[in-house]
């Protein structure tokens, strides 16, 4: 099976930098990716690394080391609509998706 | 393309009724998943297809969930009989490299 670890809840004020970090074990691994889920809303793509090291985005980049079964994203100059549930998603042999428990960041003034 | 449309949007039925949930995917996307949401079981992977085949459905809860997709644009899921604790959000998914989209989902309450 897999399993994947992310932290339940993060805060952080408007303007910081916040990393939510995601570990993860399964079989057959071929990339992590990143999810945002406003309240209400439906998960949306945010990221994918296959290779160890960062791709950045714009505001937000992502990180992998496969060595360590680990990743994280980093959100940079948060911003009041930043605040969401983050998913990290493991794709694994047979391109299967199975998604980590979700942190919700909540970013306050 | 509108995207990954999913209906009904919501879905207030009785315990021991049939439910059918509905998915369109993008059209190309060769992948359909289907997931739970809930706040207890987070966003649980039910059954994914490929192609239309059905890869990996070891996420359905029991026998009273099934799933089919009969062609490359449409799928379904059915749970029967519904049992109050079916209350969720259930979301479709469809993708064709790594990225998937999600449906708005159904949301699903069994009293």
């Known amino acids: 099976g897999q399993s994947l670890e992310q932290p339940s809840e993060v805060t952080a004020v408007e303007g910081a930098i916040v990393q939510i970090n995601c570990t993860y074990q399964?079989?057959?691994?071929?990339?992590l990716s990143w999810y945002q889920q406003h309240d209400g809303g439906a998960p949306t793509f945010l990221s994918y690394?296959?290779?160890?090291g960062l791709e950045e985005t714009g505001r937000f980049s992502s990180f992998l080391s496969r060595s360590d079964s680990y990743g994280y994203l980093l959100l940079q100059e948060l911003q009041m609509k930043d605040s969401a549930s983050y998913f990290c998603?493991?794709?694994?042999?047979?391109?299967?998706?199975?998604f980590g428990g979700g942190t919700r960041l909540m970013v306050k003034p | 393309d509108a995207g990954v449309i999913q209906s009904p949007r919501h879905e207030v039925t009785e315990m021991g009724q049939e439910v059918t949930l509905r998915c369109k995917p993008i059209?190309?996307?060769?992948?359909l998943f289907w997931y739970r949401q809930t706040m207890m079981r987070g966003l649980e992977l039910l059954i994914y297809f490929n192609n239309n085949v059905p890869i990996d459905d070891s996420g359905m809860p029991e026998d009273r969930f099934s799933a089919k997709m009969p062609n490359a644009s449409f799928s379904t899921l059915k749970i029967q009989p519904s049992e109050p604790r079916d209350s969720a959000v259930y979301f479709c998914?469809?993708?064709?490299?790594?990225?998937?989209?999600f449906g708005q989902g159904t949301r699903l309450t069994v009293v």
């Open positions: 998914a469809s993708r064709h490299n790594t990225e998937a989209f």
């Open positions: 690394n296959a290779l160890d």
């Open positions: 399964t079989s057959g691994f071929y990339g």
């Open positions: 059209s190309g996307h060769d992948y």
């Open positions: 998603a493991v794709n694994n042999a047979g391109n299967m998706l199975t």
